[in-house]
């Protein structure tokens, strides 16, 4: 799950959480090993409005698809569209049929449900195939679980959004009508993703302050999370002419 989350997230999907289970014996849904990739609830409802459900999801037998519930449903991948490449296929392959998705959720993949594994046989092996894509050991010995891991890791490929969006070369500023009540609603959101020690809360703390400052038309504007992001930039370039590791 932590790899194709990572690469869909470089790829600008808004993925909020992953899940993976050890070991389920769901025998009437035929998959005894499963987990999932949840997105923000825009993209979801863009890709299913009318759906209970929906998740990139993983079968130990069957492989990737997009699996949508509705209310009726008897069979529980009823609606599900399936990547079909094999049970444990590249990420960047995973993240190709989640763009199609995205173009279209209705033709993607196939309704046809493949088989790669017998249930409940192989388990081991299998446990063997997919340790292939985890982090590596420095990368998450510091974190108790790999969705922590998951987590410092979709902050910070967050945080080099927000930088290139505060530092891009066209930020001509633009006439935006904004009600009192939004900007403050904004700003609660903003201090809402302080939550931890990341870069990202730099920013978010920095660009809360400077929105607080535009409700005063007679202000000078406050440019502090741009100015971060530019210094955090150069310091980059610097720290890549020494050769130093990034």
Known sequence: MHAVAVVLLKE?????????????????AGTDIDGEIRFARTLEDR?????????????????????VLLDDDHDHYHHARWLGAGLVPPPERVAAFMSAIQL??????????????????G??????????????????????????????????????RVSAA???QDDTEVELRVSLGEMEALRHILEYAQGNTSLLTSF?????????????????????ATEIALSIQQQLRDRRARGDDI
């Open 204 to 224: 978010t703390s920095h660009l809360a302050e400077d929105l607080l400052t535009r409700r005063d038309p007679k202000a000078a504007p406050v440019r502090r």
């Open 123 to 160: 388990v081991e092996e299998l446990h063997q195939r997919l340790a292939a894509f985890l982090p590596p050991d420095d990368h998450w010995r510091s974190r108790q679980t790999f969705q922590e891991s998951f987590l410092h890791d979709r902050s910070q490929i967050y945080a080099q």
């Open 47 to 67: 890709l299913a409005h009318k759906a209970e459900d929906i998740t990139l999801h993983w079968s130990g037998t069957s492989g990737w698809c997009l699996l």
């Open 166 to 168: 505060l530092t891009m």
């Open 104 to 121: 279209s959720p209705e033709e993607a993949g196939s309704h046809e449900r493949p088989f790669y594994r017998p249930f409940g046989e």
């Open 12 to 28: 600008g999907v808004p993925v909020t959480s992953i899940r993976a289970s050890s070991l389920l014996l769901e025998r009437e």
